[in-house]
């Protein structure tokens, strides 16, 4: 035992520790996690680029089905309910836990809704006959896919991002119920809120490329 | 876990945002502009859009040095990701 103890200490000799990014764990995993989401979402965001502009036809864009004004409104939401949360992460800061719940609890609500509206778009979608498999035979929309259209590449997108935002909402659901509502935040302890407030506005941050790509280009 | 900065105006941020928002929607169904010009207008207020995201409400203009570099790296490396796959396919 003593002498595996020395080997190992021998391959490993003694480093001297050095200044870090003055941050504490969570946050910079938060981080790293979100750089990892970056390529992530590259991947995606390139895989839709190159097919949309490389296929044969006309891409059939998101508004012959689905309403713009009501996507609009929804980025809309998201955007507001970013807001929200850094006013939560404002309260806490200012070591007022009452009103970090209220713009938690509305930052869960903006989020919810935008899952919702998200849901609603799915099933017009699906009822088009726009499935991730591909296009119903028969269907208003089989023609522009013989055009070129891919409904796997945007079904994808739209997953991802309703997939985050899903997990966004129940982190947020979990932190407030667990954590907010007991009163264990306060203002020299909020790390959750800044960690998980992190997570939000890059889905949100998310959401605003896409709604360009997506539905405006 | 005190911050040392001058807090930002969040409320005159979500302005920006919304008045950028609505320059968009404008943009892409209002103008009668070449479709060229509004792609590169359209993607030039999604970039700044999101800039306002990452620097204001995740604090990056506000954080060290070292952790907006960490942040920010990924974004060259997924911008030649996609280039390099749309190269690809011109080829």
């Known amino acids: 035992m003593t002498h595996a103890a020395a080997t190992v200490d021998q391959m490993r000799p003694p480093y001297p520790a050095e200044r870090g990014l003055d941050v504490y764990n969570t946050k910079l995993g938060m981080w790293v996690f979100l750089a990892s989401e970056v390529m992530f979402f590259a991947a995606l965001i390139g895989t839709y680029v190159i097919l ?19 996507t609009a409104f929804n980025t809309f939401l998201l955007i507001c309910s970013s807001v929200s949360m850094v006013k939560a992460y404002a309260a806490i800061q200012d070591g007022d836990p009452k009103k970090m719940r209220f713009w938690l609890l509305l930052t869960i609500l903006g989020g919810a809704s935008f899952v919702g509206i998200q849901v609603y778009e799915y099933i017009h979608l699906i009822e088009h006959g726009f499935v991730p498999s591909g296009v119903r035979e028969g269907s208003e929309l089989a023609e522009l896919v013989a055009k070129g259209t891919l409904p796997a590449a945007t079904m994808g997108l739209y997953g991802s991002t309703f997939f985050h935002v899903t997990c966004g909402v129940i982190s947020m659901t979990y932190l407030y119920l667990t954590k907010a509502l007991p009163g264990k935040y306060s203002k020299a302890d909020y ?17 605003i490329i896409l709604f360009t790509i997506v539905y405006l280009i | ?65 070292n952790l907006r570099i960490m942040a920010v790296i990924p974004l060259p490396l997924a911008v030649i990701f996609i280039l390099a796959g749309m190269s690809e396919h011109i080829w």
Not at chain 2, 27 to 41: D, G, H, Q
């Open chain 1, 191 to 207: 790390g959750g809120i800044e960690t998980v407030g992190l997570y939000w506005h890059f889905v949100d941050l998310v959401w």
């Open chain 1, 52 to 70: 949309r502009f490389g296929a044969p036809g006309e891409w059939a864009r998101p508004g012959i089905v689905l309403n713009i004004k009501i």
């Open chain 2, 1 to 65: 876990m005190e911050t040392a900065h001058k807090r930002p105006n969040y409320i005159l941020i979500w302005v920006y945002l919304a008045v950028l928002t609505a320059a968009e929607l404008a943009l892409a169904f209002e103008l009668p502009i070449s479709r060229n010009l509004k792609l590169l207008l359209l993607l030039f207020l999604a970039i700044w859009k999101a800039a306002l995201v990452g620097l204001f409400f995740m604090h990056l203009k506000f954080e060290r040095w």
